[in-house]
């Protein structure tokens, strides 16, 4: 005996695994008239092309020929008596009972919640367009007004230096091609010690740094940060063998602004001085 449209469908869905709620939620056709479609059962159903339709999408869905499927349809309208595919009943659509239908309406809210938000954002946008334009007169005047004294601050601010902290005195020597024989008086206590290649040394004082050096290291091979920031070491003097600095409360100041250390005996004979005024009793 032959199958019925109805279990033709049934049978298909079954071989694939598939839930008349999952077919409910694919094709949106209740599952109560999905029920009444394997039951071959179309009372309940709208009727005419409705029907059709119905049973179209279903077969289309579970893997079924659709042409095939709605001429079996033809047939049992045919043969079951009052049932007239000519004469459509008043559709009533139904809501799906499936719980997981509940979450296909998600898409549509939040898509409803999108168009509310860029509706939001544009009238939102519009009044600031319409304040905006009605004070921009009165910004023009006030921009014109500000102009020449703000063009003095950006002039002053620019002018202004920035100078690291000076509350001690930190002065890092770099060897850039051999080691460096250093001698350094920080504070009154007195060091010679060789300084690497790339094995940079640091001497921190809080009154001053003397450093000494043989003059052959000249500033291409020497490298000297003063309280962080790098500034080119001296120039060796025109007498003498060794290059030698200091920098003290005095001078460090000058030296972080100017971004040069005074060399030669100038500077010897300046540092000297310095440190006998330190030293010299009142």
């Known amino acids: 005996m032959s199958l019925t449209l109805g279990e033709k ?3 298909a869905r079954e071989e694939r695994g598939i839930s008349i709620s999952e077919v409910a939620e694919q094709t949106r056709i209740s599952p109560h008239y999905l029920a009444s479609i394997e039951n071959d059962d179309y009372r309940t159903l709208p009727g005419g092309i409705f029907n059709k339709g119905f049973v179209k999408s279903y077969a289309k869905y579970v893997g079924l020929d659709e042409q095939e499927a709605l001429a079996d349809y033809s047939r049992l309208i045919a ?3 009052g049932v007239s595919d000519d004469e459509p009943k008043t559709y009533k659509p139904e809501v799906l ?12 809210i939040i898509f409803a919640a999108i168009i509310l938000g860029l509706m ?23 921009t014109a007004g500000n102009t020449n004294t703000a063009n003095t601050n950006t002039a002053i601010a620019n002018v ?8 001690e005195i930190k002065v890092e020597i770099k060897s850039l091609v051999d080691k460096i024989n250093v001698t350094s008086i920080v504070d009154g206590k007195k060091l010679s010690e060789d300084i690497l290649l790339n094995a940079p040394k640091t001497y921190t004082g809080q009154q001053s740094v003397r450093i000494a ?25 025109v007498k003498g063998s060794t290059t030698s600095f200091e920098i003290n409360k005095e001078n460090i100041v ?7 250390i005074p060399s030669g005996d100038a500077a010897v004979s300046a540092a000297n001085t310095n440190t006998a005024n330190r030293v010299a009793p009142r």
């Open 9 to 11: 469908l049934r049978q």
């Open 79 to 81: 043969s079951q008596e």
């Open 97 to 108: 009972t499936d719980d997981r239908t509940s979450g296909s309406t998600l898409p549509t």
């Open 120 to 142: 939001a954002w544009g009238l939102i946008t519009l009044v600031n367009y319409i304040q905006n334009n009605q004070s921009q007169t009165a910004l023009n005047t006030n």
């Open 160 to 167: 202004a230096p920035t100078i690291p902290a000076v509350n």
């Open 213 to 237: 050096y043989y003059r052959g290291f000249t500033p291409d091979k020497v490298q000297l940060s003063v309280n962080g920031k790098q500034i080119p070491a001296p120039n060796p003097p």
């Open 254 to 260: 000058q030296i972080l602004q100017s971004g040069q």
